[in-house]
């Protein structure tokens, strides 16, 4: 069983940074792909960020420049680092891990950004 745990989240003023975690637990071999996703109140989940196994990163339109993700491979963790942050980032973070044709979820993290 593996287990995805977030943390990080919080509230912050509009234009501050916020760096997640996500740590993975329980019977881990090796994540091919890991990302955040996040969920507004009444939208759908979005992809915000993922990378491979071997670094190769991929962004949402709405986050290039401001997020960075990267992970350590040997502590199956992935961070997301959000800098200038804005009010219409504010939603749900989850972490998401691929583990073959196996997905795996943590329970997320809840960012607000103030105005």
């Known amino acids: 069983q593996v287990q995805l745990v977030e943390s990080g989240g919080g509230l912050v003023q509009a234009g501050g940074s916020l760096r997640l975690s996500c740590a993975a637990s329980?019977?881990?071999?090796?994540?091919?792909?890991m990302g955040w996703y996040r969920q507004a109140p009444g939208k759908q989940r979005e992809l915000v960020a993922h990378?491979?196994?071997?670094?190769?990163?991929a962004y949402a339109d709405s986050v290039k420049g401001r997020f960075t993700i990267s992970r350590d491979n040997a502590k199956n963790t992935v961070y997301l680092q959000m800098n200038s942050l804005k009010p219409e980032d504010t939603a749900v973070y989850y972490c998401?891990?691929?583990?073959?044709?196996?997905?795996?979820w943590g329970q997320g993290t809840q960012v607000t950004v103030s105005s």
């Open positions: 990378i491979t196994l071997g670094g190769n990163t």
């Open positions: 329980g019977r881990v071999f090796r994540f091919n792909s």
């Open positions: 998401r891990a691929d583990e073959g044709y196996v997905v795996h």
